[in-house]
């Protein structure tokens, strides 16, 4: 760029010398010194630096922002039922039914094969122990419960005597008689005996019971102990 325009400054001198040019006569200088002093001149007057184009940073181009897009709520977890503590439980079902309630256990428990023939006494008068006189006249009798898997059929089941102290009055009674009805499960029957206290003091027990007909041996016992005294 520099010796461009120095070359065009140059023609311009010489065109203007040309045209300016004394004649051979006048006395001065010749053309070739004037044309260095011009140029000579002409270099001294250019800038010693010549200003380089400024740049002008651009701003970079701006990143536009993501608008963040608002995450839809969390779905909210399907609630789980707590178990509930397990039920007491007073008495369990028939034989090989599982156990139901509000506890989910991986377990199943089965109640025991009842016995077809149980019994369970629920009364006894008079009292165990009660003192009489020698000779006193008494009724004994039992409140006996079903507590078997079958009936007592009126017509299989037999209260008789088993052992001990024969207190009773009725020696056909102590042979053995069938019940006056038929005795459910968890059902119950009043048994008597009517009795005697002996002459002698001391203390009596007579035992009776229940068995089936085809039997010996009772499924069912209770006693009756008293005590005589002067």
């Not at 010693?48 to 779905?75: D, F, G, K």
């Not at 090989?96 to 989910?104: K, Y």
């Not at 122990?129 to 009126?154: D, M, Q, S």
Request: glycine share 6%; charged share 20%.
């Amino acid at each position: 760029m520099i010796i461009r325009r120095f070359g065009l400054i140059c023609t311009l001198l010489f065109i203007l010398i040309g045209g300016c040019a004394p004649s051979p006569d006048q006395s001065g200088e010749s053309p070739q010194d004037m044309v260095a002093t011009i140029a000579a001149a002409t270099i001294a007057a250019l800038p010693s630096n010549t200003p380089q184009p400024t740049w002008t940073a651009s701003p970079s181009p701006t990143r536009a922002r993501n608008t963040p897009t608002e995450l839809p709520s969390n779905t909210p977890a399907p609630t789980i039922q707590m178990m509930a503590s397990p039920t007491s439980i007073f008495e369990l079902p028939g034989p090989g039914t599982p156990l139901s309630g509000t506890a989910r256990i991986p377990l199943v428990l089965w109640t025991p094969t009842p016995e077809p023939f149980k019994c369970d006494l629920n009364k006894t008068e008079p009292e165990p122990y009660t003192v009489f006189k020698p000779g006193y006249h008494f009724r004994t009798e039992w409140r006996v419960w079903n507590r078997g898997a079958v009936i007592w059929k009126w017509d299989g089941v037999i209260f008789y005597f088993v052992g001990g102290d024969k207190l009773f009055n009725d020696p056909d009674r102590a042979k053995g008689a069938k019940l006056a009805y038929n005795v459910y499960p968890q059902d119950k029957i009043l048994l008597s005996v009517a009795m005697t206290s002996p002459k002698e003091a001391g203390t009596y027990s007579s035992t009776w019971g229940l068995r089936r007909e085809n039997r010996d041996t009772p499924f069912c016992t209770f006693d009756m102990v008293i005590r005589v005294e002067r």
